[in-house]
């Protein structure tokens, strides 16, 4: 049961801050998560929203790589909400199930394509230590330009953002949603 009472519908907000709930259905088609929480304060979404379109569409990261990144960023904070909506999105981009399972698990990447190998790790210090070793940055670094790097760690920043947001205000994951 969420800590405050969420926002679903655009008819729950004052008329003068409905339209950043006609931004938010267009984004997603939806109200829910943690959108339900933020248009408590419509300011703050309405700001948020350019970012949930560039994790999605706007960034230089391959899709596999980004959702990495997106899964590792939400299981290691232990955001049911996050990880079920992620999941979901996971399999509408064609990640692979295996990747999906191993995140789930924390299980040892060591068998992943390089390139998702180097992302579950850096994301996974960067989360648990707050710190990213010499070697794993420079497994980033060898690869990827920095405007990659920067993206990379904004979006796992933006999803750390998103799931303490959820965890600290118990959003509900979605009925039906992947568990861990």
Known sequence: MPRIDPITT????????????????????HIR???????????LAQQ?????TFVRHGTTIEPNVRFAA???AAREHDANYVWAAQVEQAHKNGIREALIDLIREKGDPAA????????VNYVRQLVRTHRVDDATFAAIKDKYSPQWIVELTATVSFFGFVAQ???????APPAGGDRF
């Not at 998560?33 to 300011?43: E, K, N, Q, R, T």
């Not at 948020?48 to 949930?52: A, E, F």
């Open 165 to 171: 947001l959820c965890n600290a205000l118990e959003v």
């Open 112 to 119: 992943l394509p390089a390139d998702e190998r180097d992302v």
């Open 10 to 29: 655009k008819s729950a907000m004052p008329a003068e801050h409905q339209h950043v709930a006609d931004a938010v259905l267009e984004v997603f088609g």
């Open 33 to 43: 998560g943690p959108f339900s929480m933020l248009l408590h304060s419509p300011a």
């Open 48 to 52: 948020l929203l350019p970012m949930v």
């Open 70 to 72: 997106i899964l590792t």
